[in-house]
């Protein structure tokens, strides 16, 4: 959610709003956005910096950073 809340974080047109229902909408991702999601998460588990700094330029919530902070890149 953190990354496709902003949509220059992925490439013009990964990121496309769905209507849910009267006026309501949420955001999804196109099959070319998951891949360039996939591909982001591949980099930033090369290392525990990468890891580290791919957290905290996208997880805003500092809670939800420092639990996860605490794993390891997978």
């Known amino acids: 959610r953190e990354i496709i809340s902003n949509d220059d974080n992925l490439t013009y047109g990964n990121i496309i709003s769905v209507v849910t229902g009267d ?3 949420t955001p999804s991702l196109t099959d070319d956005g998951i891949d360039e999601l ?3 998460l591949t980099e930033a588990r090369r290392s525990a910096e990468k890891w580290q700094e791919f957290l905290d330029c996208f997880v805003l919530d500092e809670e939800i950073a420092a ?3 605490t794993y390891s890149p997978r």
């Open 23 to 25: 006026d309501e909408s």
């Open 38 to 40: 996939r591909q982001m």
């Open 67 to 69: 639990r996860v902070k």
